[in-house]
Nanobody, 118 residues
Framework: QVQLVESGGGLVQPGGSLRLSCSASGSIFGIIAMGWYRQPPGKQRELVARIFNDGSTYYADSVKGRFTISRDNAKNTVHLQMNSLKPEDTAVYYC????????????WGQGTQITVSS
């Protein structure tokens, strides 16, 4: 099994910044990508950002230029730096790990609330 533990959520004013972190433990061999999904109130869960083992990244159009995903391989940790936050960024953010092990598996963090409000 893989365990993903998130930290860094909270309340911030529009234009402010937050940093999310996600640490992986357990049977982490075979993980090929990590990132974050988010689920705004009353909306579907959506992929926000993802970083692959080769360092390549993906960003949703809504966060390009504002969010930056990075990784610390030695600590099995991924970070999401969130700048210029907007009220529409308000959501529960879920860390996600994609694993290949005789098939494809998704693992999820516990979720952390990000609220952007004045």
């Amino acid at each position: 099994q893989v365990q993903l533990v998130e930290s860094g959520g909270g309340l911030v004013q529009p234009g402010g910044s937050l940093r999310l972190s996600c640490s992986a433990s357990g049977s982490i061999f075979g993980i090929i990508a990590m990132g974050w999904y988010r689920q705004p109130p009353g909306k579907q869960r959506e992929l926000v950002a993802r970083i692959f083992n080769d360092g390549s990244t993906y960003y949703a159009d809504s966060v390009k230029g504002r969010f930056t995903i990075s990784r610390d391989n030695a600590k099995n940790t991924v970070h999401l730096q969130m700048n210029s936050l907007k009220p529409e960024d308000t959501a529960v953010y879920y860390c996600n790990g994609l694993k290949s092990s005789a098939g494809w598996y998704d693992y999820w963090g516990q979720g952390t609330q990000i609220t952007v409000s004045s």
